[in-house]
């Protein structure tokens, strides 16, 4: 069954829908982004969610030491990092009890090169937006990926929502899917187009990965 990670909480009421909906992964955007959550309001809203649902914290280019504080602090399951760290900073993180899903955005079939040569527990593939780190709300081009086989767990992001989700899972069939902006209204969470998601993916995603 594929899984499913809604990403950028912020609210009580995320958490609560967020629950309700039994989702796989809860994420948590700590780097500059208007989704941003502070420690100390990813405390309250992390005590909120149910204990079965993974905690993953966003980062982009932020301070290992910074991450790890944090991480250990919210006891965050999985450090997504979203920007231009190497695979030396990756290796800090690994054996401590996190996994790592290194974030790779695609313009054209090259970006994938990097994607083979990570050492990491996930390859998050996302789109490239000049000047955005992600929350994009844009897709890239999934062709792309055919006949592409990776050693890794893929996580398919970017501009991901409950009309195309379906169309991206059989072309891709990832182990995860990740949405942002594709669920909100106004900027905010919106309930009904996560419900829609969630039910469009275990519909279309049945495989195994
Ligand atoms: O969500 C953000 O604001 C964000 C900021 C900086 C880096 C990553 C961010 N989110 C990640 O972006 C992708 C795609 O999001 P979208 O569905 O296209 O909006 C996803 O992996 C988020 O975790």
Redesign the pocket.
Known sequence: MIRI?I??LRRKQDIEWINFLKVDYA?F?F??????VYLKEAERLVALLEKGIKK?G?F?NQNPDFVKGVCSALGIDVI?L?GDEGQKEIESYLGLGFEVWK?IRIKDKSDLISAFEYRVDGI?L??AVRG???????TFNWDILKGAYFKNKI?L????DPQNVGFAITKVKPFAV?????VETEGYKDFFKMKEFVERVRRFGKHDR
């Open positions: 990670k990403c950028g994420g955007v780097a500059e982004s208007r989704r941003r993953v966003v982009v997504q979203h974030a998050l996302d789109a955005m780190y992600g929350g994009t709300g844009r996580i992001a970017g501009g991901l990740d949405v942002s902006s594709g």
